[in-house]
């Protein structure tokens, strides 16, 4: 069973700090890896999606990674903004099965002004 | 701007009741996907249905638990007998096509459920 971690569970940074948010799963058979963000009493929003043939995906200020072999995603955030607080999640789409995404249990950001 | 609309928002009821969260999908989006989320579980895929044909309900408790696609633009997701432990937020989200396929989904704001 594909299980997805995300460490750590929350994260303080100074405005203007570079940041990065690990995110690991067990199973590298996958068809892609998605990073969201989710505000409080908010859904989650799509921020990067990186095919499994792709090793990463860059969206303005930030840039998501992948090695699928190793199991393992960052999501790198330059010159962090105090409307980057919010709970990061990252979701992987198995391959060989019926399942949509697997969620991991995010991390709260709090960027401080 | 086109969103999915989740209702209600926000609903308190007494266990046992009978609990219907309503969404209303992208128009043209073909899959519909329902998640719960709670802190200690995180989210869960519970049902998703694409061409409004169920694919995978797997996740859903299904002694009380139902979800259905009336027609292209309105999902359900039923509750019967609702139980203090289904209290959650679940989300609906819709896409077109598959995430496998690199489309991604959109996410309701939630219905946020407390049953007492």
């Known amino acids: 069973k594909q299980e997805v971690t995300q460490i750590p569970a929350a994260l303080s940074v100074p405005e203007g700090e570079n940041l990065v948010l690990n995110c690991s799963f067990t199973?590298?058979?996958?068809?892609?890896l998605q990073w969201f963000r989710q505000d409080p009493g908010k859904g989650l929003t799509s921020l990067l999606l990186?095919?499994?043939?792709?090793r990463e995906q860059t969206s303005g200020r930030l840039n998501a990674s992948l090695d699928k072999s190793s199991g393992r995603s960052t999501l790198y955030i330059a010159a962090s903004q105090p409307g980057d607080s919010a709970t990061y999640l990252c979701a992987v789409t198995p391959s060989g099965s019926a399942r949509q995404l697997t969620f991991g249990s995010g991390t709260q950001l709090t960027v401080l002004p | 701007d086109a969103r999915v609309t989740q209702t209600p928002r926000h609903k308190v009821t007494e266990m046992g009741q009978e609990v219907t969260m309503r969404c209303q999908p992208i128009?043209?989006?073909?899959?519909v996907f329902w998640y719960r989320q709670t802190m200690m579980q995180g989210l869960e895929l519970l049902a998703y249905f694409r061409n409004r044909a169920p694919l995978d309900d797997s996740g859903m408790p299904k002694d009380r638990f139902s979800a259905e696609m009336p027609d292209a633009t309105l999902a359900t997701l039923k509750i019967q007998p609702s139980e203090p432990r289904d209290s959650a937020v679940y989300f609906c989200a819709s896409g077109w096509g598959t995430v496998r396929t690199g489309n991604t989904i959109y996410f309701g704001e939630g219905s946020w459920l407390t049953v007492v």
């Open positions: 990186i095919q499994s043939s792709q």
């Open positions: 128009l043209g989006h073909n899959t």
């Open positions: 199973d590298s058979a996958i068809y892609n």
